[in-house]
């Protein structure tokens, strides 16, 4: 995917070389422990995931819609989904949801079980 930001000459603040990275250190190797304390401990990595990454196509008109909204944006999705999804089960018997010629289960059709 290429890029659209503009690149910005900036020569107060170079774009770093493999060099550059190479000569970095760690916080750890030049703050006082009590400048470090200041930061607060790191997130860990999520114990269970409670969302499952995957790739869709959507229409411009719905990308450009969420992406308006800010930060969140693809979680905004998730979260319109899901109230679909629950007017859906409220407004059928049992969770039963028509599509097309077939009824299909709003927790199967949720969760692909």
Not at 41 to 61: D, F, T, Y
Not at 104 to 113: E, F, M, Y
Request: net charge positive; no cysteine; charged share 35%.
């Amino acid at each position: 995917m290429v890029s659209r930001k503009k690149v910005v000459d900036d020569r107060e603040n170079p774009e770093w070389t493999a060099a550059d990275f190479a000569r970095a250190k760690t916080p750890e190797e030049v703050l006082s422990p009590d400048v470090l304390s200041v930061f607060g401990r790191k997130r860990g990595p999520q114990r269970a995931p409670k969302k499952v990454p995957v790739s869709i196509r959507l229409s411009p008109e719905v990308v450009g819609f969420f992406k308006r909204k800010g930060r969140g944006w693809q979680s905004e999705i998730d979260t319109t989904l899901k109230k679909i999804i629950l007017r859906s089960s409220q407004r059928t018997p049992k969770g039963i949801v028509q599509t097309g010629k077939r009824k299909t289960s709003t927790l199967k059709r949720a969760t692909g079980h």
